[in-house]
């Protein structure tokens, strides 16, 4: 595992997906796939190009391996269709998933890139 890696990847992508995501952009990625293309874009360059940087990452197929595999699941996790079916398995209905629920929706938004960052630093 590569511990430098999973630990500047964790601070990097968290920061990127708060600070980095307009208003507009966390208002309509459900609703928009380029807008949700365009976050999960911005969060997949920054959150693969710091930490290579930082690391020392010079192997091109793991580069790309991290950039493509940070896009894909970021846009899986931001649609939120797999954070609802999560949130469903709990039997919490969809009906209450919008305001009372919308802290656990983010925690388990987290909660799975975190995951997916810890599989990458684990194969790398």
Do not use: C
């Not at 939120?80 to 969809?94: N, T």
């Amino acid at each position: 595992m590569n511990i430098e890696f999973l630990i500047i990847a964790l601070i990097i992508g968290k920061s990127v997906d708060w600070i980095l995501q307009t208003r507009h952009q966390a208002e309509n990625k459900t609703t928009s796939f380029k807008v949700l293309f365009e976050h999960s874009l911005t969060y997949a360059l920054y959150t693969t190009s710091i930490p290579v940087l930082i690391v020392g990452i010079t192997n091109l197929f793991i580069i790309i391996y991290l950039f493509v595999m940070l896009l894909i699941t970021h846009i899986l996790i931001d649609d939120r269709r797999l954070v609802k079916y999560i949130m469903s398995k709990k039997e919490i209905k969809p009906e209450d998933m919008s305001k009372s629920f919308l802290w656990l929706q983010i925690g388990i938004d987290q909660r799975l890139h975190e995951l997916v960052i810890l599989v990458m630093a684990l194969s790398i």
